[in-house]
């Protein structure tokens, strides 16, 4: 996903009244994620403390120089919303961007942490916290 993505994601959220549209819109986007191959959905690459199963991967991009490619899905279709979120926020970075960007800000500003279980929340701080892991290890 790319930033332009992201903005996408943010007007239509604003346009969007209903959260019953919003998570159905959420799931939408999940659903345009490609298949991440079976060869990648291993232990070595789950998010730990999340309530469903979520794989991460992530390498230095081959055509842009310095910044990140993530690759990830999940096994739960409104988490794997929440993923293609997160790869949109964190598309197109360096390392040191996806360290520093604010993932709460936005969604506190698309008001989805007010819509999110505690247990929900958790996870989605863990799989940030996945994302920005694996951008490290790759300075």
């Given amino acids: 996903m790319t930033m332009a993505e992201l903005t996408q994601i943010i007007e239509t959220f604003e346009f969007l009244d209903d959260w019953d549209d919003r998570y159905a819109y959420i799931t939408e986007l999940g659903e345009q994620l490609p298949d991440m191959p079976a060869a990648e959905m291993v232990d070595a690459n789950l998010v730990h403390g999340c309530m469903s199963k979520v794989w991460v991967t992530a390498r230095l991009s081959e055509t842009a120089s310095g910044t990140v490619e993530f690759h990830a899905t999940s096994d739960t279709s409104i988490i794997k919303g929440l993923v293609a979120i997160l790869l949109s926020i964190f598309a197109d970075k360096t390392p040191e ?25 958790f996870g989605v701080y863990a799989m940030e916290q996945k994302f920005k892991t694996l951008a490290e290890g790759l300075q």
Avoid: E, T, Y
């Fill in 97 to 121: 961007q996806v360290q520093n960007a604010d993932v709460d800000k936005l969604f506190k500003r698309l008001g989805i942490f007010d819509h999110l279980s505690p247990n929900r929340h």
